[in-house]
T-cell receptor, first 112, second 110 residues
Framework: KQEVTQIPAALSVPEGENLVLNCSFT??????LQWFRQDPGKGLTSLLL?????REQTSGRLNASLDKSSGRSTLYIAASQPGDSATYLC???????????FGAGTRLFVKA | NAGVTQTPKFQVLKTGQSMTLQCAQD?????MYWYRQDPGMGLRLIYY???????DKGEVPNGYNVSRLNKREFSLRLESAAPSQTSVYFC?????????FGSGTRLTVV
């Protein structure tokens, strides 16, 4: 059974710092991995999606990497801003399709 | 605006009451999903529909039923609500290139 773990559960950093959020998984047979952002009381907003055949994706200050052999994905946020404060979740879709498994998320707080 | 629309946004039920959560998407996606989100547990899949006319159980289907009314609409029904079903419910639709989520329904069962 696929298990997805995100460490740390919460993170507080000063504005301007570069940071890395981690997502680990137990079964490397994945179809894709997606990173989401969730603001308090809101739905999820897709940030980046990495297909199984890809190693990384970039969007603005965000870079997501995928290493299936080690069962890890990282989300790198450059020059963090207070507006980046949110919960970040990773989600994996297995090769069986249609059943995406979510991590519990990392709650990020960027201090001004 | 294109996206996933959920109604209602908030609901309080008494134990034993029934209700239906509505979800509609206008992105022409075949696949639609219902998740629940509980503190510290991430999102867990309740039911999904790979295409119009088909539905399948997810990780936590007990106490729920679903209907894929047409390609746009996928509803979730609680026949006899229990306090354990207090949660935030999210509908999503998607393709192999990612998911789009609704804004959620915050349900409290007292």
């Amino acid at each position: 059974k696929q298990e997805v773990t995100q460490i740390p559960a919460a993170l507080s950093v000063p504005e301007g710092e570069n940071l890395v959020l981690n997502c680990s998984f137990t079964d490397s047979a994945i179809y894709n991995l997606q990173w989401f952002r969730q603001d308090p009381g809101k739905g999820l907003t897709s940030l980046l999606l990495i297909q199984s055949s890809q190693r990384e994706q970039t969007s603005g200050r965000l870079n997501a990497s995928l290493d299936k052999s080690s069962g890890r994905s990282t989300l790198y946020i450059a020059a963090s801003q207070p507006g980046d404060s949110a919960t970040y979740l990773c989600a994996l879709e297995g090769t069986g399709g249609f059943k995406t498994i979510f991590g519990a998320g990392t709650r990020l707080f960027v201090k001004a | 605006n294109a996206g996933v629309t959920q109604t209602p946004k908030f609901q309080v039920l008494k134990t034993g009451q029934s209700m239906t959560l509505q979800c509609a998407q206008d992105m022409n996606h075949n696949s639609m999903y219902w998740y629940r989100q509980d503190p510290g547990m991430g999102l867990r899949l309740i039911y999904y529909s790979a295409s119009e006319g088909t539905t399948d159980k997810g990780e936590v289907p007990n106490g729920y039923n679903v209907s894929r009314l047409n390609k746009r609409e996928f509803s979730l029904r609680l026949e006899s609500a229990a306090p354990s079903q207090t949660s935030v419910y999210f509908c999503a639709s998607g393709t192999a290139f990612g998911y789009t989520f609704g804004s959620g329904t915050r349900l409290t069962v007292v």
